[in-house]
């Protein structure tokens, strides 16, 4: 899911960036008034976490690959604001040192995997979770769907920024510039693939490390409880 | 042992098995990611590489590139892992390093 340099034209760049910058600054004031300082050390254990599950690729035989994020995990532990930066953060590191994902996409790719999945990921959470035990199966369950409809509409969107490419730009003889896929056929692929392989995968983590911390630290998932 | 402790545990061990992120997707012969490909495969597939993608592919040259050392792309799959070893300590070590850093700034004063 991370958009390479050269994939998107300068419009969608651009507007991605001016999307972002006022949800990171937004993400900055109010971690600054949520996040306790003891907190501080898991948000960076969330960021180094969700770093290295990206490069866990997850093979379609023959076909392409993809990874789980993390993103809906640190959401639902430490809030989608917190979880924003700390996707980010991981996002940036990738982009600059590893070449994964674009310096021109960066914009697009944290509204993607930093924005969209935490927060839908975590009002997903929220809902299903609501009123239920600490400890109780559904919260398990409440986070196996959060993980796996989080990634599934950042992948959509995604699809959605690559198909848009062939409309916005194109040279006279009808050759792409950028993305040479339409919505036809990248928003099928992207969704497709996440709903039938990589969903499941960001589904099963993020489920087995709730059911982790129910019995190993059930104040980590109850810390956040009150948050909306 | 504290829950923070047990967590770098946890940290560490997918460290050390992120190499499955690189070897089965070979054993597998799974290609890129979709709409991750470089220009010789975008060709393969599109039948040309489109103009405005060959200019910004080349726009950013990451000191090491796709979590493999410069110069190590012919290299056998046990020398690849242990780059891709080596990234994944070097991404996990910056990252807490900037998030810690962060949260000291962005983080409620007691």
Same mark, same amino acid.
């Not at chain 2, 090491?64 to 996990?92: C, H, N, Q, R, T």
């Given at each position: 899911m991370h958009i390479p340099d050269g994939y998107l034209g300068p419009a969608t760049c651009g507007i991605f960036y001016a999307i972002m910058l006022p949800i990171w600054t937004m993400a900055s004031k109010i971690v600054k008034k949520t996040l306790s300082v003891k907190q501080v050390p898991l948000l960076a254990i969330g960021a180094?976490?969700?770093?290295?599950?990206?490069?866990?690729?997850?093979?379609?035989?023959?076909?392409? /690959?993809?990874?789980?994020?993390?993103?809906?995990?640190?959401?639902?532990?430490?809030?989608?604001?917190?979880?924003?930066?700390?996707? /980010?953060?991981?996002?940036?590191?990738?982009?600059?040192?590893?070449?994964?994902?674009?310096?021109?996409?960066?914009?697009?790719?944290?509204?993607?995997?930093?924005?969209?999945?935490?927060?839908?990921?975590?009002?997903?959470?929220?809902?299903?979770?609501?009123?239920?035990?600490?400890?109780?199966?559904?919260?398990?369950?409440?986070?196996?769907?959060?993980?796996?409809?989080?990634?599934?509409?950042?992948?959509?969107? /995604?699809?959605?920024?690559?198909?848009?490419?062939?409309?916005?730009?194109?040279?006279?003889?009808?050759?792409?510039?950028?993305?040479?896929?339409?919505?036809?056929?990248?928003?099928?692929?992207?969704?497709?693939?996440?709903?039938?392989?990589?969903?499941?995968?960001?589904?099963?983590? /993020?489920?087995?490390?709730?059911?982790?911390?129910?019995?190993?630290?059930?104040?980590?998932?109850?810390?956040?409880?009150?948050?909306? | 042992m504290k829950l923070i402790n047990k967590l770098w545990i946890l940290l560490g061990i997918v460290v050390v098995i992120s190499p499955l992120g690189l070897i089965l997707p070979e054993h597998f012969k799974a290609g890129s990611a979709w709409g991750e490909w470089g220009a010789d495969e975008m060709k393969e597939l599109v039948g040309y590489i489109p103009q405005g993608l060959e200019k910004l592919s080349t726009l950013w040259s990451a000191p090491i590139p796709d979590y493999a050392f410069k110069g190590w792309e012919e290299k056998p799959i046990v020398a690849l892992s242990f780059a891709y070893i080596s990234s994944a300590i070097i991404g996990v070590i910056i990252c807490v390093g900037i998030v810690l850093i962060l949260g000291k700034f962005l983080s409620k004063k007691k």
């Amino acid at each position: 899911m991370h958009i390479p340099d050269g994939y998107l034209g300068p419009a969608t760049c651009g507007i991605f960036y001016a999307i972002m910058l006022p949800i990171w600054t937004m993400a900055s004031k109010i971690v600054k008034k949520t996040l306790s300082v003891k907190q501080v050390p898991l948000l960076a254990i969330g960021a180094a976490f969700s770093f290295v599950i990206m490069m866990l690729n997850v093979p379609i035989p023959g076909g392409s /690959t993809g990874h789980a994020v993390g993103a809906v995990l640190v959401a639902i532990l430490l809030g989608p604001w917190a979880a924003c930066i700390a996707i /980010t953060v991981a996002l940036v590191i990738q982009a600059l040192l590893f070449g994964d994902g674009g310096i021109t996409a960066m914009g697009a790719n944290c509204f993607n995997m930093a924005f969209v999945m935490p927060f839908v990921g975590y009002y997903v959470y929220k809902l299903i979770s609501l009123g239920s035990p600490i400890n109780s199966n559904r919260r398990v369950i409440a986070a196996g769907i959060a993980g796996y409809v989080g990634i599934n509409i950042a992948a959509l969107i /995604t699809g959605i920024e690559f198909g848009l490419q062939p409309l916005l730009h194109h040279s006279a003889s009808g050759q792409s510039l950028y993305c040479p896929y339409g919505l036809n056929v990248a928003v099928p692929v992207m969704l497709g693939e996440h709903l039938l392989i990589f969903g499941w995968v960001e589904a099963i983590v /993020t489920a087995m490390v709730i059911k982790y911390l129910q019995k190993h630290s059930p104040e980590l998932i109850k810390e956040n409880e009150v948050k909306l | 042992m504290k829950l923070i402790n047990k967590l770098w545990i946890l940290l560490g061990i997918v460290v050390v098995i992120s190499p499955l992120g690189l070897i089965l997707p070979e054993h597998f012969k799974a290609g890129s990611a979709w709409g991750e490909w470089g220009a010789d495969e975008m060709k393969e597939l599109v039948g040309y590489i489109p103009q405005g993608l060959e200019k910004l592919s080349t726009l950013w040259s990451a000191p090491i590139p796709d979590y493999a050392f410069k110069g190590w792309e012919e290299k056998p799959i046990v020398a690849l892992s242990f780059a891709y070893i080596s990234s994944a300590i070097i991404g996990v070590i910056i990252c807490v390093g900037i998030v810690l850093i962060l949260g000291k700034f962005l983080s409620k004063k007691k």
